[in-house]
C-alpha cells in the first residue's frame, strides 16, 4: 500500500483547507485510516480517524467540531476537512492505514503504532 498526501499549503487564520489521501492497492477498503500531524519540535499526535467501513470516526479533542474525517472506498481516497483553522494546526499533516488483520467494522485506533502504512505528509501552515 502506498499513500500520498495532498491539499495543503498556506492560509490566513479562520480559514479551511481539505486534504486528502491516495491510495494504491487493493488493501484501501479494508484498512482503518488516520490522520496524524507533528508541529516542529513536537511529537507526531493522533488529529482523526475512520474505521474501514466508513462508520465510526474518533477525533482529537482540540480538532473537534472543526476537521471532519471522510472516505471513499470506490476511489481509494480519505479527506480531512479542516475548518477554523488556528496557527496551532501548523504542522506536517500525515496520514496512515492500519490494516491488521480482523479489524472490526467500528474500530478506529488513536496510536500511531497500530498503523502500517504511512504516506509522506503534506504541510499546513496557518498565519495569524
Known amino acids: 500500500v502506498q499513500l500520498q498526501a495532498s491539499g495543503g499549503g498556506l492560509v490566513q487564520a479562520g480559514g479551511s483547507l481539505r486534504l486528502s489521501c491516495a491510495a494504491s492497492?487493493?488493501?484501501?477498503?479494508?484498512?482503518?485510516m488516520g490522520w496524524f500531524r507533528q508541529a516542529p519540535g513536537k511529537e507526531r499526535e493522533f488529529v482523526a480517524g475512520?474505521?474501514?467501513?466508513?462508520?465510526?470516526?474518533y477525533y482529537a479533542e482540540s480538532v473537534k467540531g472543526r476537521f471532519t474525517i471522510s472516505r471513499d472506498n470506490a476511489r481509494n481516497t480519505m479527506y480531512l476537512q479542516m475548518n477554523t483553522l488556528t496557527p496551532e494546526d501548523t504542522a506536517v499533516y500525515y496520514c496512515?492505514?492500519?490494516?491488521?488483520?480482523?479489524?472490526?467494522?467500528?474500530?478506529?485506533?488513536?496510536?500511531?503504532?497500530?498503523?502500517?502504512?504511512w504516506g509522506q505528509g503534506t504541510q499546513v501552515t496557518v498565519s495569524s
Open positions: 496512515a492505514a492500519d490494516f491488521r488483520p480482523g479489524l472490526s467494522r467500528m474500530y478506529v485506533s488513536v496510536a500511531g503504532r497500530d498503523y502500517d502504512y
Open positions: 492497492g487493493s488493501t484501501f477498503s479494508r484498512s482503518a
Open positions: 475512520i474505521a474501514w467501513t466508513g462508520g465510526n470516526t
